[in-house]
């Protein structure tokens, strides 16, 4: 059964850091593209952040620059690094996978930015 399981969300201010966890289990990580997306209230779910097999990332305008993903096949653990957040990053973040056509959600975590 695939599972993901996001962590490391909270509270920061303005131009403060967190850093999201999200580890994988039921499927064969290493060999799966991996995104992260978020969902401020009342606007739909957007695309933050992807990072396939290879490596290879792309970002949301949104977040260049600031946002980092990253993957560690050993530990079935897909990581977004965020700096200089801003009030507009405010949102509850999600990882999803595909998996043999099926998508697969977190249950997601909580950004707040805010003084």
């Known amino acids: 059964q695939v599972q993901l399981v996001e962590s490391g969300g909270g509270s920061v201010q303005p131009g403060g850091s967190l850093r999201l966890s999200c580890t994988a289990s039921g499927f064969d990580f290493s060999k799966y593209s991996l995104n992260w997306y978020r969902q401020a209230p009342g606007k739909p779910r957007e695309l933050v952040a992807s990072?396939?097999?290879?490596?290879?990332?792309t970002y949301a305008d949104s977040v260049k620059g600031r946002f980092t993903i990253s993957r560690d096949n050993a530990k079935n653990t897909v990581l977004l690094q965020m700096n200089s957040l801003k009030p507009d990053d405010t949102a509850v973040y999600y990882c999803?996978?595909?998996?043999?056509?099926?998508?697969?959600w977190g249950q997601g975590t909580q950004v707040t930015v805010s003084s």
């Open positions: 999803k996978v595909l998996v043999l056509g099926r998508q697969y």
């Open positions: 990072i396939n097999t290879f490596g290879q990332t």
